[in-house]
């Protein structure tokens, strides 16, 4: 059994049902003879075929679709399984002639429908996608279509929701066109979400169609599309808007009421600089943290005393049924074609695309007839083919030539990346020209300018700078943009050669750490490294360039220590840490009455107190004080670097 991606279908050998939608991009139709997954024991799912439209297939990328049909293939099992769940990943490409026409994909699951009640009496309407966008109306309206959603599931969904952006991250999927208008819901048997329109998305920086978004759903003017930073302020929105019941505001204040920290983690997501964003994971843990002080059924009163989600379930609007799922899900080319068919402003309009997305989709790992003898195993072939990420391998040290400046070199700092060119043959080089005799692995002082370089060549200690890549034939400063550790790039017109150089600061390599990596040193003055992110670390939730004023970090989640690490030329490149210590477990940043799951000595925070077995009674910073909590339970944790986070937490069977 082969263990690779599904091989391309043949248009020719699919038996299509009903069109179920038509769009901008082309039309979906159901697939009768064919199923994804089949050997599984809820005996696979049914498919659904996407086909472009002819003006749209000279834009697509037949190779990134291919590639993004792959994906599942460099998985574990457990992870293919779960992307299966969780999104409606392409599975299989479709041809027509030799030529990429589409692709299959599973239909969308029946828990992510609803039925939409309407103003008549008794009328119940057909199942339909329970797409975010209905949530982003007022409760009233909401109630009155028949769903019923607490602040404490508005919260839950967001927290499955930066779960699964975190994930797909790891694997190097940015979702790009991330709105209300692509994300599913559902309240059973638990709040979470589901992503539809996958082609849309960017897999290892590659894109099946030109990126495009929803309107107001855009990320701010000039920045890159898809990448994770955007997918971050696409969930912030998300969050305003959810709790603000609005389809458009920016103001977090709604969503600040419920929680303060959510709200300040939300301005954090809303910057304008992609790289000072939290992660989907900083979203995940603080979401997890405030929906477990929620009571499950109703939410918290707001300013003025009203509850916003929990409030007794309002009377249905009194005219015609007035469907407000609009998210300007009409604008722009890349939405699937069941995401856009029949978008528009009237009630009739939104309720003919509803209709026509009703059986739009998930992923498959493979695809087979309904009368193969030979069923694929999708498990068994995921599981073959574990993905696996790696970093390059940091370079050894080499000895270094004796040089002298050249004026032709220039530096300047990285911007965008750019491809490298095809090396063209250079002179020979000189014994003067630093650039020219450069290897991997020596390092220079530059004593120059920010514009003009003057490297002394020296042994790789704090100060200087290491040749950590060479680009030959080029002499573009930027191709070094995406080298890990690059803070200065160098070139020589003469010997067309460009030097990646990484400082070397005396903070240690924790200069190059970014959000999201753990860091360790001692708590006085010394080098810090980075490390994996094992208990007793730091966890880096936050970096700021040229500044050490620490009260950036203040409104960061589970933030207990900062540290600033210096960098080259002048304080403007030092850099500011805000960091969050790893603790054993959740019981580390446990607060009073906050209910945990105990399993043996693991205490986890699982975000609903009815599925948890324990709650805090008390907490003190001192380690191992079991007497500070009486007749309760305790358990207890210490550094000895960092005394001063250590804890005895007490804890009360519920």
């Not at 910057?271 to 918290?300: M, N, V």
Request: glycine residues 10%; charged residues 20%; neutral net charge.
């Amino acid at each position: 059994m082969s263990a690779g991606p599904a091989a391309p279908v043949e248009f020719a050998a699919l038996t299509l049902g009903g069109e179920l939608g038509r769009g901008g991009q082309g039309s979906v139709h159901r697939v009768c003879n064919k199923r994804i997954n089949e050997s599984a024991a809820d005996g696979g799912w049914e498919v659904v075929y996407k086909e472009y439209a002819p003006a749209v297939l000279p834009q697509v990328d037949a190779g990134a679709l291919a590639a993004a049909v792959a994906l599942p293939g460099r998985l574990t099992g457990e992870q293919a399984r779960w992307l299966c769940e969780k999104t409606s990943w392409p599975a299989a490409v479709v041809r027509r002639g030799g030529q990429t026409c589409g692709f299959l994909m599973r239909a969308v699951p029946d828990r992510f429908h609803f039925t939409l009640r309407t103003l008549a009496a008794g009328n119940q309407g057909s199942p339909r996608l329970a797409t975010l966008e209905y949530l982003l109306n007022d409760d009233a309206y909401v109630a009155g279509i028949g769903l019923t959603v607490t602040d404490r599931d508005r919260l839950l969904l967001l927290a499955d929701l930066a779960t699964t952006l975190d994930r797909l991250h790891r694997f190097g999927v940015a979702v790009g066109d991330l709105s209300p208008k692509n994300l599913l819901f559902t309240l059973a048997p638990r709040p979470e979400c589901f992503l539809i329109d996958c082609d849309a998305a960017r897999t290892d920086r590659a894109t099946v169609l030109p990126q495009a978004e929803t309107p107001d759903w855009q990320v701010p003017a000039g920045e890159e599309r898809a990448t994770p930073h955007s997918d971050t302020y696409k969930l912030a929105l998300l969050a305003v808007r959810l709790f603000a019941r609005d389809q458009s505001t920016t103001d977090p204040a709604a969503l600040a009421a419920i929680v303060p920290a959510l709200g300040a983690l939300a301005r954090a997501s809303l910057r304008t600089d992609p790289a000072a964003r939290p992660t989907p994971a900083a979203w995940a843990e603080q979401l997890a943290s405030a929906s477990g002080s929620l009571k499950p059924g109703r939410g918290p009163k707001a300013a003025g005393g009203t509850k916003p989600g929990g409030a007794a379930k309002p009377k249905p609007p009194t005219g015609p049924a007035a469907l407000r799922p609009r998210v300007n899900s009409g604008g722009g080319p890349a939405g699937s074609a069941a995401g856009n068919a029949g978008a528009g402003s009237t009630a009739a309009g939104v309720g003919k695309v509803l209709a026509a997305v009703a059986a739009v989709v998930a992923v498959l790992l493979f695809v087979t007839h309904r009368d193969d003898s030979h069923p694929a195993d999708a498990k068994a072939a995921a599981d073959s083919h574990p993905l696996t990420l790696s970093h390059p391998p940091r370079p050894a040290g080499s000895s270094y030539r004796i040089p002298q400046p050249d004026p032709t070199v220039s530096s300047t700092r990285p911007r965008t990346p750019t491809p490298t060119p095809t090396p063209t043959p250079s002179p020979s080089p000189s014994p003067t020209d630093p650039v020219a005799t450069a290897g991997v692995g020596d390092c220079f002082y530059d004593t120059g300018t920010s514009g003009h370089a003057d490297l002394t060549p020296a042994t790789c200690t704090a100060g200087t700078f290491k040749v950590v890549r060479i680009n030959e034939g080029s002499t573009d400063l930027d191709g070094c943009a995406n080298v890990p550790g690059n803070d200065e790039s160098v070139s020589s017109k003469r010997y067309s050669r460009v030097l990646c150089l990484s400082y070397q600061s005396s903070g240690g390599d924790s200069y190059h750490a970014r959000q999201g990596d753990c860091v360790f040193g001692p708590s006085g003055t010394g080098p810090w490294s980075v490390l994996s992110c094992r208990t007793g670390a730091f966890k880096v939730l936050a970096v700021y360039r040229g500044t050490s004023d620490h009260s950036k970090c203040d409104n960061w989640p589970h933030y207990n220590q900062w540290r600033t690490v210096s960098g080259p030329k002048g304080a403007d490149l030092d850099v500011l840490q805000c960091l969050s210590m790893v603790f054993p477990d959740d019981a580390g940043y446990a607060t009073v009455r906050e209910c945990l799951l105990k399993s043996g000595s693991t205490f986890t925070n699982v975000g609903s107190c009815d599925r948890s077995n324990v709650y805090v009674t008390g907490r003190t910073s001192t380690p191992n004080y079991p007497t500070f909590c009486g007749q309760d339970g305790s358990t207890y944790w210490r550094s000895n670097e960092f005394p001063d986070l250590g804890y005895t937490v007490c804890w009360r069977w519920r």
